[in-house]
């Protein structure tokens, strides 16, 4: 069982909805992250939180808004959205100051946008 | 610039037998983690075997062995005896301190019963 949940597993949306992915974790840690993964692409950073700040924001379309209101929960908001946004995002969380702490991943939400 | 390359998108092996996923990396940083992370079909990444800059010796967890060689700036994944649940994606990661993890393409291993 994984320490990190994320929900809804699997989403489907119109480009004119407004819809929220959020992740929630038990394992004590104090940085949190969100990935998409898309097909036969790597796993591409989006955005990092350590110690409730936004520290990372690769360059994501302002469609996409994350908010980390504590050190347990993540969300990321979703409006506006265009089919090549469909993908896998993975939420997950470590312990932020350290090289050799392994990141926890959840399950995923896939995204379908029509 | 930091980077992470997987080389082999996809590897056959046969059950029982060892299979060698390559991963090579680029950093200036003298301090950084390796990993390797299996994500079946169902999507959850999971979390294999880590291996620090410092490590003096290879890392081994069950029947996974990261080969590190620091010179070469490489972190192979061996799996020895496989299995038919190791069918899966396979990614090779580094994370510096700040918790940054970049991830390489990944490796499709197939396990042929």
């Known amino acids: 069982e994984t320490g990190v949940t994320q929900t809804p597993r699997h989403l489907v949306m119109g480009m004119t909805n407004k819809k929220s992915l959020k992740c929630e974790q038990h394992l004590g840690h104090n940085a949190m992250y969100w990935y998409k993964q898309s097909a036969k692409k790597p796993l591409e950073l989006m955005f990092v939180?350590?110690?409730?700040?936004?520290?990372e924001n690769n360059s994501v379309p302002s469609r996409f808004s994350p908010e980390c209101p504590n050190s347990s929960h993540l969300f990321l908001h979703l409006h506006t959205l265009q089919p090549e946004d469909s993908a896998l995002y993975l939420c997950?969380?470590?312990?932020?100051?350290?090289?050799?702490?392994?990141?926890?991943f959840g399950e995923g939400s896939r995204l379908t946008v029509l | 610039a930091q980077k992470i390359t997987q080389t082999q998108p996809g590897m056959f092996v046969q059950e029982k037998e060892a299979v060698t996923l390559d991963c090579t990396y680029d950093t200036s940083d003298p301090s950084y983690g390796l990993f390797w992370y299996k994500q079946p079909s169902s999507g959850e990444m999971i979390f294999l075997i880590y291996?620090?800059?410092?490590?003096?010796q290879n890392a081994t967890e069950g029947r996974y062995s990261l080969n590190f060689q620091k010179a070469r700036k490489s972190a192979n994944l061996v799996i020895s005896a496989s299995q038919l649940g190791d069918s899966a994606m396979y990614f090779c990661a580094m994370k510096h301190e700040g918790g940054k993890l970049i991830f390489g393409q990944g490796t499709e291993l197939s396990v042929k019963p």
């Open positions: 291996q620090g800059s410092y490590d003096q």
């Open positions: 997950a969380s470590s312990h932020a100051d350290r090289a050799g702490g392994e990141l926890f």
């Open positions: 939180y350590s110690l409730e700040e936004r520290v």
